[in-house]
T-cell receptor, first 110, second 114 residues
Framework: GENVEQHPSTLSVQEGDSAVIKCTYSDSASNYFPWYKQELGKGPQLIIDIRSNVGEKKDQRIAVTLNKTAKHFSLHITETQPEDSAVYFCAATQLRQLTFGSGTQLTVLP | ETGVTQTPRHLVMGMTNKKSLKCEQHLGHNAMYWYKQSAKKPLELMFVYSLEERVENNSVPSRFSPECPNSSHLFLHLHTLQPEDSALYLC?????????????FGPGTRLTVT
C-alpha cells in the first residue's frame, strides 16, 4: 500500500517569511496529491491539490510542486500571516483511498 | 464547512454505552468516508461508502458499525468501546462514484470513552 512521509513535524516562521512543507510517497501509481489545513476544533480543509500530469500549481500565496520521478511533493506558502497558523496535511492516492502524512504544525510568529 | 455536517460535536460515553455519530453532506456527492484522528498519528481511514454500498473496511473492530441509508447520510454506531477509541471522528464526502479525487471533511465528533 501507499506510504506518505511528511516533514517537518513542526515549523515556526516569522510573519512575512515563506514556509515549505515536504512529503514523499511510495506508490508510483499515485496520481492525486491534495493538501489540507486543519485549524483547532475544525475538520481538515482542502486548500490546494495537484494531479500527476502537472508539475506545479499556484493559488495566490500557496503553491504546490510535484516531482514524480523522485516521488515527492511540496507545499509553499509565501508572505505568511498569523492566520496561516494551523496543522497542514499532505495526502496521496490512487484508486479511492487517500493516505495522509502525519501533519506539520505551522506557527507564524507576529 | 457547512457542506458536511456532523453531530454531535462532542460525546462522552462509558464503555458499556451504545451511541451513534451522524454525518450529512449537502454537496450532492456519491461517496462518503469515516476517518479516525488520534493525537500524533495520521488520519486513519475506517470505512468508505460509494453510492450507499460499503466498498472499504480497513480492518476496523466490530464495535464500530457504519450505516449509509442514502447518499447524503452516514452513521457510525458505537458499542462497548475501549478508552483507546477516544479520538476525533471525521466524516468526509467526495464527488466521484469511485471515491477518487478531492474529499471534503466535516468538523468532526470529539469522542471520549471513559
Amino acid at each position: 500500500g501507499e506510504n506518505v512521509e511528511q516533514h517537518p513535524s513542526t515549523l515556526s516562521v516569522q510573519e512575512g517569511d515563506s514556509a515549505v512543507i515536504k512529503c514523499t510517497y511510495s506508490d508510483s501509481a499515485s496520481n492525486y496529491f491534495p493538501w489540507y489545513k486543519q485549524e483547532l476544533g475544525k475538520g481538515p480543509q482542502l486548500i490546494i491539490d495537484i494531479r500527476s500530469n502537472v508539475g506545479e500549481k499556484k493559488d495566490q500565496r500557496i503553491a504546490v510542486t510535484l516531482n514524480k520521478t523522485a516521488k515527492h511533493f511540496s507545499l509553499h506558502i509565501t508572505e505568511t500571516q498569523p492566520e496561516d497558523s494551523a496543522v497542514y496535511f499532505c495526502a496521496a492516492t490512487q484508486l479511492r483511498q487517500l493516505t495522509f502524512g502525519s501533519g506539520t504544525q505551522l506557527t507564524v510568529l507576529p | 464547512e457547512t457542506g458536511v455536517t456532523q453531530t454531535p460535536r462532542h460525546l462522552v460515553m462509558g464503555m458499556t454505552n451504545k451511541k451513534s455519530l451522524k454525518c450529512e453532506q449537502h454537496l450532492g456527492h456519491n461517496a462518503m468516508y469515516w476517518y479516525k484522528q488520534s493525537a500524533k498519528k495520521p488520519l486513519e481511514l475506517m470505512f468508505v461508502y460509494s453510492l450507499e454500498e460499503r466498498v472499504e473496511n480497513n480492518s476496523v473492530p466490530s464495535r464500530f458499525s457504519p450505516e449509509c441509508p442514502n447518499s447524503s447520510h452516514l452513521f457510525l454506531h458505537l458499542h462497548t468501546l475501549q478508552p483507546e477509541d477516544s479520538a476525533l471522528y471525521l466524516c468526509a464526502s467526495s464527488p466521484g462514484s469511485s471515491g477518487t479525487g478531492e474529499q471534503y471533511f466535516g468538523p468532526g465528533t470529539r469522542l471520549t470513552v471513559t
